[in-house]
């Protein structure tokens, strides 16, 4: 039997889920393109940076609340968008969107998504991001955004680092594809991880719910290559919301989709599970806020795992964060419940490091809380 309260740190919720789910959905959720080296290294950079610690600057209190495109945002971090969420466990779709309301928090809703993106935005209380991936069905694109507009989303993500779906062996070795299918070693997985296939069988196995399946289909597979600049400049004149591009890791491309009229870019390596030898996003984030300016809208995600991660992604230039695998290892490691006890340790890791920074607010750290960065600053 887990508990909630087992769940101390990121490690922890994935520790857990990697016991009670079968290992083609653990695999599927946890793996990363090639040998998995780019997001370890990743992982490792991130942890090789170091804060400054400052002192005696009264941090009695600390702020974690924080502009979002106007709007207020709870805490600094949000729900990066996941297809087929409630594979982790059934409702897991909606566990993420009460998050995002209770948290004031933005939660990615992915065109994959197991749960319809009008049910996502209603029961996130508005707080729902819809993402896009290019299609050369242009219709078919057409009427995703349509259906976004009209149920209220007003920020899209378009997610760019995707021409071709990242070749991930530990999803490959087990054969697991969307939709779902069903052979000898799959059924095997799922006898052996009883608990999870009782509660999905009960519900029924998630499927693909932005498409019916006849009119509309989502090939998880398809080429997306013809995503262009042309393309871009259609969507920024179609799409009258804020506009994020997802995805990104060059400054050449950030300056351009900055001047292509977008909102924001999101520096991203989809979790490292696009090409394992990309660039690492941690450190392409702090050239690309050099390269873009100080003031234009940058968020940052693969890799972040405490709060203290959420702290140093702002030191290096994010202005807002997402997290996404661990976000699912917690519901499935001990359901909503897990999920907010995870989001808490994120908030009151946050806080904490604040506190040892000597900053009262999020909205005070950038380039000046990284050790090192100023001459003399880690010195004794
Ligand atoms: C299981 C899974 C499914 C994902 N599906 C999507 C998706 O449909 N669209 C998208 O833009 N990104 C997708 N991503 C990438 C996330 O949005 C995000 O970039 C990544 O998970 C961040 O890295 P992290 O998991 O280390 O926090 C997916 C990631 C995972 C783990």
Known sequence: MFHARRIVT??????????????????????????????????????????????????????LATDLFGRAAGLPFGIAPMGMCNLSAPGADLM?????????????????????????????EGNAWFQLYYTDDRAAGDALLERARASGYTVLVLTVDVPVVGR????????????????????????????????????????????????????????????????????????????????????????????????????????????????????????????VGDDYPLFYDSGIRSGEDVVKACAMGADYVFLGRPFQFAIAADGERGLETYCSLLETEAKLTLAMLGARSICEIGADNIAGAQPGAACP
Not at 31 to 40: I, N, R, T, V
Not at 110 to 119: D, F, I, Y
Not at 266 to 282: E, Y
């Open 10 to 63: 990121a490690e922890d919720a994935r520790r857990m889920a990697s016991k009670r789910l079968p290992n083609m959905v653990f695999d599927y959720i946890d793996g990363a393109a090639g040998h998995g080296l780019g997001e370890a290294e990743n992982r490792r950079v991130l942890n090789a940076i170091r804060l400054r610690t400052r002192v005696l600057r009264n941090v009695a209190t600390q702020d």
């Open 96 to 124: 993420l969107a009460r998050l995002a309301a209770r948290r004031n928090i933005p939660v990615g809703v992915s065109t994959a998504s197991s749960t319809p993106l009008e049910k996502m935005i209603e029961t996130a």
């Open 168 to 291: 991930r062996p530990r999803e490959l070795k087990h054969g697991f594809q969307m939709p779902f299918r069903f052979g000898a070693s799959q059924f095997i997985d799922c006898v052996l991880h009883p608990r999870w296939s009782l509660s999905t069988l009960a519900h029924g196995a998630p499927g693909l719910a932005n498409f019916d399946g006849s009119t509309s289909r989502f090939d998880r597979s398809a080429s997306r290559a013809g995503a262009d600049w042309d393309y871009l400049e259609r969507l920024r004149d179609q799409w009258k919301g804020r506009l994020v591009i997802k995805g990104v890791l060059d400054c050449e491309d950030a300056c351009r989709i900055r001047d292509a009229g977008a909102d924001a870019i999101q520096v991203s390596s989809h979790g490292g599970r696009q090409l394992d030898s990309a660039p690492l996003p941690i450190a392409a984030l702090g050239d690309i806020r050099k390269a």
